[in-house]
């Protein structure tokens, strides 16, 4: 009796979950799981509840994991087609199955391999220099009234110049080194980590500042427990910001001057009119400013798991 | 599934720049403490005040307090806004500096012993960060071995009735818990004396009379003095042995509650009491 019950309630409820859109589904379910679970047998409702939650999960994290992918997707496809009908000329843009066989003959030959690895080093020395820097500095002027009179205005005022503009000054300076390229990346960084730090630090909640020194908190204690804990948000903020500028300034500085990398690549590329190369180089450009602010991300979400804004 | 708040890196990152937790030889050896002494009960402080005043500028907040709290007790101190009753509380935990008299905490025999007080404000102020059993190790100060913090933490926790939530975030609380982690951080230390600024000010009315049954018990229970400020007139007479009021920086009544407690909500003499204060609070007497 109670097992034709169960059966015929999983029915109705997996009717309802296909199909409707997915807040309608939900009603429907809690309201079917109340009816199932006023039937007397405990398990039978419970073995409903779980036929019931299954697919209703399947579909939302299905829908939400390909949907994002359908317009690149998309666009390749679109593009290929144009390509291989010949209404785009190669020399113009190659197709997309030209640029996986660049990827693929570059990775195999370990020139991929050694530009990347040259590029990401370049990426993070410069990132870890300059994020110090800024860093320090944030910290610093958050926290001390003299080192903020002394330096901030002057920082303020660095800051509105591009740094790209350096450049010509940074050749004469390094040449066309490694210095240079560094030179730039961690002046670009620099800021937004500085002003993002700087805005943490100085929004620290006053009062807890006030209990930290009402419990005899030492100022290595309170910056540990209280202000740089309170500053992580607004710092991660900055981190991520960062990334982008660092990405954008490697490029740059790589397409000026470069004998590695992967700017390098897409240069001398361009002087032999392969384009696959050209928009491999773009790809991975692409696909490394992903990765790292994927990474940033899962830092943050770990770091800030305490604040109910990242919580999953 | 949340990552348990004791592998969060504020809480374990940070514990490689403990600097003050381990102890050295000089032949480099670690000095480990056998056994950790427990956080003993203090003897309560009482306080003598003398002449205390306090000006911003111009504006004299407390004209001339002159005050004996025996150790043990629990006073109230009522008044309207303004009447200087958070200004003294302040001074009382050495938060600011009497502009003049002397405040001195004393214990049974009336002899001078050294400040030790703990205060609990009206917001939890809570280290969103930290765990509730971390926030509650805040309390026992710089330098002090986690292990022994956390079963500290854990100890007092179970008096305000918290045990469960040691491992929580204080997000994930409600306001009544919040602020029972807060008392449990002010009385992990064990403190000779127990400052309360409106504690209870900002807790819907439900969750007041249960907090007052607790403050109540662990008062009973820890034996700390308590003085307690606040503008609900029911609630000192509930809580308090005595009620103090203040009005323009000066005691304009000392009133004793002799009730013994548990004390009831609805009690006659109580209520008594009650409109005597409410008249002298209003000043009306």
Not at chain 1, 36 to 48: I, L, R
Not at chain 2, 163 to 175: M, N, V
Request: charged share 20%; proline share 6%.
């Amino acid at each position: 009796m109670t097992t034709i019950d169960t059966f015929s309630e999983g029915r109705k409820l997996r009717r309802a979950t296909s199909g409707t859109p997915r807040t309608l589904t939900e009603g429907t379910l809690t309201e079917d799981r109340t009816q199932a679970s006023q039937n007397p047998p405990k398990g039978a409702a419970d073995s409903v509840q779980a036929t019931a939650g299954k697919p209703a999960g399947l579909r939302t994290i299905s829908r939400g994991t390909w949907l994002p992918y359908l317009v690149p997707v998309g666009l390749v496809l679109v593009w290929q087609v144009l390509s291989s009908t010949g209404l785009i000329s190669d020399r113009i843009m190659p197709s997309p199955v030209a640029v996986v066989a660049a990827f693929w003959e570059r990775l195999l030959s370990g020139e991929l391999g050694r530009d990347v690895a040259v590029s990401g080093a370049r990426a993070l020395s410069g990132l870890l220099i300059g994020g110090s820097i800024g860093f320090l500095l944030g910290i610093a002027n958050g926290v001390s009234k003299l080192s903020e009179q002394l330096t901030d205005t002057t920082l303020q005022m660095l800051r509105t110049i591009p740094h790209l503009a350096m450049i010509p000054l940074v050749i004469l300076w390094f040449g066309i080194g490694e210095e240079a390229k560094l030179f730039l990346t961690s002046l670009g960084v620099l800021f937004p980590i500085y002003l993002n730090t700087y805005h943490g630090v100085k929004n620290v909640d006053r009062d807890l500042v006030e209990m930290g020194k009402i419990y005899g908190m030492s100022s290595w204690s309170l910056f540990r427990k209280v202000i740089f804990p309170g500053a992580l948000p607004s710092i991660f903020v900055g981190l991520r910001y960062a990334l982008g500028i660092m990405w954008l300034t490697l490029i740059v500085s790589e397409s000026i001057a470069a004998n590695s990398g992967i700017g390098y690549m897409a240069n001398t590329a361009r002087e032999f009119m392969m384009t696959e190369v050209v928009v491999l180089a773009l790809v991975i450009y692409a696909v490394l400013g992903k990765l790292a602010d994927v990474i940033a991300r899962a830092l943050e979400r770990w770091a800030l798991s305490w604040n109910a804004a990242y919580q999953a | 599934m949340p990552v348990s708040s004791y592998l969060h890196p504020t809480a374990m990152v940070w514990d490689a720049f403990e600097l003050q937790e381990r102890a050295y030889f000089p032949d480099g050896t670690e000095v480990r403490p056998i056994a950790e002494p427990p956080v003993l009960p203090k003897a309560p402080a009482g306080l003598r005040l003398r002449g205390v005043e306090k000006a911003f500028g111009d504006n004299r907040v407390l004209r001339g307090i002159d005050l004996d709290v025996p150790a043990g007790q629990f006073v109230a101190i009522v008044g309207k806004s303004g009447c200087g009753k958070s200004t003294l509380l302040r001074l009382l935990v050495g938060l600011d500096e009497p502009t003049g008299g002397e405040i001195d905490f004393i214990d049974d025999g009336g002899d001078r012993v050294a400040p030790d007080a703990r205060i609990v404000f009206q917001e939890p102020r809570l280290l969103p960060w930290f765990s509730v059993a971390d926030n509650v190790a805040v309390g026992l100060g710089d330098g002090v071995p986690k292990a022994f913090a956390r079963r500290e933490a854990e100890l007092v926790l179970e008096e305000v009735q918290l045990s469960e939530k040691a491992k929580e975030w204080p997000a994930k609380l409600s306001g009544g818990q919040r602020q029972r982690v807060a008392l449990a951080r002010a009385l992990v230390s064990r403190p000779g004396l127990l400052a309360l600024d409106e504690p209870l000010g900002a807790l819907d009315a439900l969750t007041r009379i249960s907090m007052q049954q607790l403050l109540t018990r662990v008062w009973r229970e820890l034996g700390f003095t308590a003085v307690l400020v606040t503008h609900d007139v029911t609630e000192a007479v509930h809580l308090a042995d005595r009620v103090i009021v203040l009005d323009e920086g000066q005691v304009t009544l000392d009133l004793a509650v002799p009730q013994p407690h548990p004390r009831h909500h609805g009690d006659p003499e109580l209520a008594l009491l009650e409109g005597r204060l409410l008249a002298a609070v209003l000043g009306e007497s």
